[in-house]
């Protein structure tokens, strides 16, 4: 669930700062700051390219999807998940985020880098060098988003902070369907939530779960950007997005895909959401520019995008309609 960590964050921070009033453009700012710290901590998967450097090409390209997953468990969801590590981070990230060339303001910066180093230092006497390894590039992230900000905006090192927090606070909870649960205290022992959500007991139904989830978090975020610029979801949409109830054949074709082997799933309905949002009457609307004679419009890239997520939806509808009536729960 990458992509469902940085648009939850996203969406809820920008709803906050438009309940409190904030202007349009600023509240979506914050929701942009929030979703980029709250997919900070999935920079530990950067160990799975280990993975991929012992897969042999014989295996083929599900071989080398397997490599890199199993290399990714050693640390995926440890270090850099854990509801301490972001409560010291984010004020670290708030302060880095202090603009000024003064002696102070370098002070303060200064602060903000050590307790990060601190951290650093904390995974490597704790967990060894790998942790420290991943930490380390939780830190750079977290650093070089927090200069981004204050670079190129008006945020205010508190708001930076405030989302921070709220980025990376949120997203260890929705590794709970999806995988195994995070490592929530660390350095401190994890007493409660050590094994996955299960949803439903057939696997097949719950990995339509999960993804299901994904699929609400994304009309969140989308839903959140028509209602701070104005604009209808429903009028966005295209009728084309229908097409996607023909993926429910594919209950029928191919095997019920689980957490394990889910990638012929995802793929082609995803590649089904595709097709409907991008091919339409006027191509150039949607073509790179090298390809096209204008770039596309906001308006014209949140219709693909709402429309191809339509589709998606109305596909997996579909899925589950014909695995239910069909197939049948294992």
């Known amino acids: ?91 670290a990230f708030g302060l880095v985020a202090v603009r000024g060339g003064s002696s102070r303001t370098w002070g303060v910066r200064a602060t903000g880098l050590g307790l990060l180093v601190a951290l650093v230092a904390v995974a490597l006497v704790w967990d060894g060098p790998l942790a420290a390894l991943v930490m380390g590039l939780f830190v750079a992230s977290g650093v070089l988003v927090a200069r981004a900000v204050a670079r190129r905006s008006t945020l205010s090192p508190s708001t930076v902070a405030i989302a921070a927090v709220w980025g990376l606070w949120s997203h260890p909870w929705g590794d709970l369907v999806t995988g195994s649960p995070p490592d929530w205290l660390f350095p401190f022992p994890s007493p409660a939530l050590e094994s996955r959500v299960v949803l439903h007991p057939d696997p097949t139904l719950h990995l339509l779960g999960a993804f299901a989830i994904e699929l609400a978090t994304i009309w969140l975020a989308l839903a959140v950007v028509c209602r701070l610029t104005d604009r209808s979801v429903l009028a966005t949409v295209d009728r084309r997005a229908t097409v996607g109830v023909a993926y429910g054949v594919a209950a029928l074709a191919v095997t019920p895909p689980t957490l394990d082997v889910s990638y012929h799933f995802v793929f082609s309905i995803l590649g089904v959401g595709v097709v409907c949002g991008v091919v339409r009457g006027r191509p150039e609307s949607v073509l790179p520019h090298w390809l096209s004679r204008r770039w596309p419009s906001p308006d014209g890239i949140l219709e693909v995008a709402l429309t191809a997520l339509a589709a998606v939806s109305i596909a997996l509808a579909a899925y589950v309609t014909v695995y239910l009536s069909v197939v049948g729960p294992a």
């Open 1 to 91: 669930m990458f992509v469902g960590h940085g648009l939850l964050a996203f969406a809820l921070a920008a709803l906050v700062a438009d309940w409190r009033g904030w202007e349009s453009r600023q509240a979506l700012l914050v929701g942009v700051v929030a979703g980029a710290f709250a997919t900070i901590p999935d920079i530990d998967v950067a160990y799975a390219l280990v993975g991929l450097l012992e897969w042999q090409v014989a295996d083929g390209p599900l071989g080398a999807s397997t490599a890199f997953w199993d290399a990714s468990r050693v640390v995926h969801r440890s270090v850099t998940h854990s509801l301490v590590v972001g409560a010291i981070a984010a004020p």
